[in-house]
DNA sequence: TGACAAAGTTAGGCAAGGCTAACTATACTG
DNA sequence: CAGTATAGTTAGCCTTGCCTAACTTTGTCA
């Protein structure tokens, strides 16, 4: 009974969770330090949130070592990421939202949308390149239509 | 100068804001008890709440007294309302969510998403009515897709 | 090898937002 | 009009999550 699934994880640990599984990559291991500055965040911060990881059994952690995530730790924020990342693309390639901003709004939807929901995001971003492919290009059709819209009201 | 912008509202003003804004209706009144009920909080928390709009000049607030919105505090319910109305129309009538779950993620990805993502969701759901007139269903043709999909992966 | 810089931790504090319990005001009803 | 129920408020507390300042550990390099 190693992974216990203790609740759902608040925003901000989500947070840690993410921004230690992408510094991390293949190394593995992730610092104080760079957490601190990807999260824009105090490193006194940083330390209180692993003590936190640490204790919900999603992270290894030790005191003035680096940081690795455990089997669930790293389940989890996978999650997180694949929410992100399912959410950026269909703000950017089927909305057409600016990049910077669908990163930004992708960071703070990700912890907000249940899995029913992201999965059928993931359904529609499926159908869109199925029907590009059969000659249908959605997204195309929507950035024409949503320009001449947009440009009317301004926005 | 009444209506001061004052900043960006927490998420937690903004529900307070919009229970307020559903509440009162024609009348334009609302009671604590109420928004209490309807936000699933204790009625000393409406009170903290009540002060706090007020003194953002959103709320026409006395002890003891039931409360209305300010022009300022309309306006900015509005906009939370209309973000909820756009988010859930899209999930419900686009991506074809369960009503009661599309209803709950409105809740919370309101306060996350931008004027910028929710113009353009406007826009789509413009576009997929626009198609559908023109004899393209797109949400239908998308919910046959997906329940395939769906299907496949037991979720 | 020892001194210094960098990384990490601890202590103490703050703000937001919620809670319960006890109190006060209001309003309804006999 | 008195008494009680209901609505609203206040006081005091808790949790989460962040901060700064001061301290400790680690690691590097002269």
Redesign the pocket.
């Known amino acids: 009974m190693v992974a216990v699934k203790s609740g759902k994880?608040?925003?901000?640990?989500e947070?840690?969770l993410e921004a230690i599984f992408n510094l991390a990559g293949e190394s593995n291991v992730?610092?104080?330090?760079?957490?601190?500055e990807l999260?824009?965040?105090?490193?006194?911060?940083?330390?209180?949130?692993?003590?936190?990881l640490k204790k919900k059994g999603l992270a290894n952690?030790?005191?003035?070592?680096?940081?690795t995530l455990t089997g669930a730790g790293r389940a989890a924020a996978a999650e997180v990421v694949q929410k992100h990342n399912i959410l950026k693309s269909f703000l950017v390639n089927i909305l057409g939202v600016d990049v910077d901003i669908a990163q930004r709004a992708a960071c703070k939807a990700e912890h907000t949308l249940g899995p029913e929901v992201i999965a059928r995001l993931l359904c529609f971003i499926e159908f869109v390149t199925r029907s590009s492919k059969n000659g249908y290009d959605l997204a195309d059709e929507f950035k024409q239509f949503c320009k001449n819209k947009l440009q009317d009201n301004r926005v």
């Open positions: 994880l608040s925003a901000s640990l947070d840690y992730a610092h104080s330090k760079d957490i601190a999260l824009d965040v105090s490193r006194s911060s940083v330390t209180g949130a692993l003590r936190i952690y030790r005191p003035y070592d680096s940081v």
